[in-house]
């Protein structure tokens, strides 16, 4: 099937981007004023604020893959494309298990090079679900992280004191641009990058399918 321009990956994430920018904006501003650590944690992580680009994932998945089957884009049998996302979710929790009954710590930069590896794995399971989304979730993925790595690389040179600079308990001593690779370039490229395909991924597949039998009994 020829592809709808609305539907093209870059046209479809455009506003999502630029709305996700702006939650990453308004983030880093919270946490440099001291605003509430309910809406702006400076934890490690985040620490599960209400103000954070994470929450979005589901909301614009189901967003795109409504999108997507209005077009008339298919994932095929609903059944084998959330087996396919289901696994993909499945394989990093799984790995990390492993790798602690191997005893890996799971605080070691080694435990987030298999968490790296795996994410990978994850993404390419969960490519197969549903490609056309796949692609769409991978792009909005990649237009949400850069710029929170950018944000990280000043945050971490700057010793913001923020959530963006703040290593995981139990982490080694990091410095400088080592420092950035392994709490920020390295997750964000590919454990955030799994994260968005995966769980925007489930979330789309449903409203698709949703989409699809609304657009047949119209």
């Given at each position: ?48 604020a209400l103000v954070g680009i994470a929450w979005l994932v589901p909301v614009f998945g189901a967003w795109f893959g409504w999108k997507l089957a ?149």
């Open positions: 099937m020829s592809e709808d321009a609305s539907t093209r990956p870059g046209r479809l994430i455009l506003v999502p981007a630029i709305i996700t920018l702006a939650v990453t904006l308004l983030r880093l501003v919270g946490e440099l004023q001291g605003w509430s650590p309910r809406f702006f944690s400076k934890e490690a992580g985040g620490g599960g209005r077009s008339g884009e298919r994932a095929g049998s609903l059944g084998r494309a959330l087996g396919l996302t289901i696994l993909a979710f499945a394989l990093l929790p799984a790995s990390g298990f492993v790798a602690g009954k191997l005893g890996v710590d799971q605080t070691s930069v080694a435990m987030l090079l298999i968490f790296a590896v795996i994410s990978v794995a994850g993404l390419a399971v969960a490519f197969l679900a549903w490609p056309a989304l796949g692609r769409v979730l991978l792009a909005y993925g990649l237009a949400a992280r850069i710029p929170v790595v950018l944000v990280m690389l000043a945050a971490i040179l700057g010793n913001w004191g923020t959530h963006y600079d703040v290593p995981p308990p139990g982490a080694p001593e990091m410095s400088g641009l080592w420092k950035w690779f392994v709490i920020g370039v390295l997750p964000q490229m590919t454990v955030w990058l799994w994260f968005t395909v995966v769980i925007g991924g489930l979330f789309g597949i449903v409203a698709g399918a949703i989409a699809r039998r609304g657009r047949a009994s119209a």
